[in-house]
T-cell receptor, first 115, second 117 residues
């Protein structure tokens, strides 16, 4: 979805390096998410934020941190990258509808390789 | 823990056939279910959703069926086309007592759909 952009799209780094992945959205949604996808697996939730002052851990938050700089921006950091963090990372946004549903819209993904 | 899973990891069909992709879920608190399509090199794309107070919902060439008795979800694609080839994920989204989504999706592993011309 072009309304959700991620940078960089591809990144190769070395063990121990600090990495930041950025996500921006123009959908005006309050809720933003970071997911990780490994080959042959579904997406797993790392962190999520329901508004600028709200940060919550997901299923696999260890080794990651996030920052919600503004409604439209949500960044994911790997303070000291390790090889098993090699994966495809997706950002998503959503807003609660009038009937309580909450469809998430995904960015194009960042492919991260840690050597 | 709770999980969402798929019965078949791969599905191959001929162009023009109907496709059925299945999903089992185990979280009885889930109120909202979503099907996503993921093409190679892209993020998941919303296809169709259904609330737990419905049994069936139709979209353009797609139908989602929900059987709460056996906790089963299916996606039917009519007249499957080569452009439908992708990985399809089901996801469940629990809601609070008031019916508002918690916003935390649990994804299944995915089914690879291959459509042969």
């Amino acid at each position: 979805d072009a309304d959700v952009t991620q940078t960089p799209r591809n990144r190769i780094t070395k063990t121990g390096k600090r990495i930041m992945l950025e996500c921006s959205q123009t959908k005006g949604h309050d809720r933003m998410y970071w997911y990780r996808q490994d080959p042959g697996l579904g997406l797993r939730l790392i962190y999520y934020s329901f508004d600028v002052k709200d940060i919550n851990k997901g299923e696999i938050s260890d080794g990651y941190s996030v920052s919600r700089q503004a409604q439209a921006k949500f960044s994911l950091s790997l303070e000291s990258a390790i090889p098993n963090q090699t994966a495809l990372y997706f950002c998503a946004t959503s807003e609660v509808s009038g009937v309580g549903t909450d469809t998430q819209y995904f960015g194009p993904g960042t492919r991260l390789t840690v050597l | 823990g709770e999980s969402v899973g798929l019965h078949l990891p791969t599905l191959s069909v001929q162009e023009g056939d109907n496709s059925i992709i299945n999903c089992a879920y185990s979280n009885s608190a889930s109120d909202y279910f979503i099907w996503y399509k993921q093409e190679s090199g892209k993020g998941p794309q919303f296809i169709i959703d259904i609330r737990s107070n419905m049994d069936k919902r139709q979209g353009q060439r797609v139908t989602v069926l929900l059987n709460k008795t056996v906790k089963h979800l299916s996606l039917q694609i009519a007249a499957t086309q080569p452009g439908d080839s992708a990985v399809y994920f089901c996801a469940e989204n629990p809601a609070n007592a008031g019916g508002t989504s918690y916003g935390k999706l649990t994804f299944g592993q995915g089914t690879i759909l291959t459509v042969h011309p």
